[in-house]
């Protein structure tokens, strides 16, 4: 069946196979959300080719990039599982390959080393997610490990991509700042120079929902003890009408401070984009 797919994000692919406990998909689908396969992947490539000719040049930097107009093409899927079933992924990589003003994003926390096959050219952006390595053990199910994360990184800036690191999410836990302290200073000690230079993060704490707080406690009760955290969040309606719940102001912006001072002493060389 053709299952157009576009929108406001180039997505040819939704589900996946990781559980991470704090995904937003959970909390409509419960944790069987199998990969869907959109098949009218000519339709999405030549409709962002045409979308990319009106653009026209970017004439003004922002927090995105400084001269192109990106695209998440994984929105709503972890493009390197996808890649694992169908040739979607290698077809958005090779249309943005094409598009001087244009790049490809996509966050992962999956390593697929066949990506390294698809000659990228610089118009992809791989943001690899890491997290401290203790939290990721219960939060990140079903995904590589933190240190496969971080080890990939240099090959995939070699062969062609864009790589950013996503710091999320900061989740607030009793020795949290020290846990991060030690990632910041593993990604300075194990990157090279080059992936060093083209960096760049973005810091997103927590957002967490109480529909997919019950899911956890009947699934992953263990993740709860880390995610639901009365005593530091308040409710917060989220731009797509959902009713969420985030650290409270005060807290959350203690923390954003305080991670950007990490990063400061930690890993200097890494450019924060925007950090929330």
């Given at each position: ?5 576009l929108r406001e994000y180039?997505r040819t692919?939704?589900g ?9 998909v ?5 944790f069987a959300?199998p990969?869907?396969?959109f098949t009218?992947?000519d339709?999405?490539?030549g409709?962002l ?5 009106r653009?026209?040049p970017k004439t003004v930097p922002?927090q995105?990039d400084p001269?192109?107009?990106v ?8 493009c390197?599982?996808?890649?694992l079933?169908?040739?979607n ?6 249309t ?12 992962t926390?999956?390593?697929n080393?066949?990506l390294?096959?698809?000659d990228?050219?610089?118009r ?7 997290m401290?390595?203790d ?7 079903r995904t590589s490990?933190?240190?496969?994360r ?6 995939f800036?070699a062969a062609?991509?864009?790589v ?6 900061v989740v607030?836990r009793?020795?949290?700042?020290e846990?991060?302290?030690r990632?910041?200073?593993?990604l300075?000690?194990e990157l ?6 083209q960096?760049?993060?973005e810091v997103?704490?927590?957002t967490h929902?109480?529909?997919l ?6 699934w ?7 995610l639901?955290?009365p005593?530091?969040q308040?409710?917060k ?10 650290y409270r102001?005060g807290?959350k912006r203690?923390?954003?401070a ?5 990063v ?6 890494l450019?924060i984009?925007?950090?929330?």
């Amino acid at each position: 069946m053709l299952l157009p797919c576009l929108r406001e994000y180039p997505r040819t692919c939704s589900g996946g196979k990781s559980w991470c406990a704090y995904c937003y998909v959970p909390r409509r689908k419960g944790f069987a959300n199998p990969i869907t396969v959109f098949t009218n992947i000519d339709q999405i490539t030549g409709h962002l080719r045409r979308h990319v000719a009106r653009q026209g040049p970017k004439t003004v930097p922002d927090q995105c990039d400084p001269a192109a107009w990106v695209y998440d093409i994984g929105e709503n899927s972890d493009c390197s599982v996808d890649a694992l079933v169908s040739d979607n992924v290698a077809d958005l990589v090779a249309t943005f390959r094409d598009l001087p003003t244009a790049k490809a994003s996509f966050a992962t926390k999956y390593v697929n080393r066949q990506l390294l096959d698809l000659d990228p050219r610089g118009r992809t952006r791989v943001r690899f997610s890491v997290m401290p390595d203790d939290d990721a053990r219960v939060l990140d199910v079903r995904t590589s490990r933190v240190a496969e994360r971080i080890a990939a990184v240099d090959d995939f800036v070699a062969a062609g991509y864009e790589v950013h690191l996503n710091l999320s999410p900061v989740v607030l836990r009793e020795g949290w700042e020290e846990a991060w302290g030690r990632l910041l200073a593993r990604l300075s000690d194990e990157l090279g120079a080059a992936a060093r230079a083209q960096a760049a993060a973005e810091v997103i704490l927590l957002t967490h929902n109480e529909a997919l707080h019950e899911v956890n406690l009947g699934w992953h009760p263990t993740a709860e003890q880390l995610l639901w955290r009365p005593d530091l969040q308040e409710p917060k309606r989220s731009q797509n009408g959902q009713d969420n719940v985030r650290y409270r102001a005060g807290v959350k912006r203690a923390a954003v401070a305080r991670l950007r001072e990490l990063v400061a002493r930690e890993a200097p060389w890494l450019r924060i984009r925007y950090a929330f």
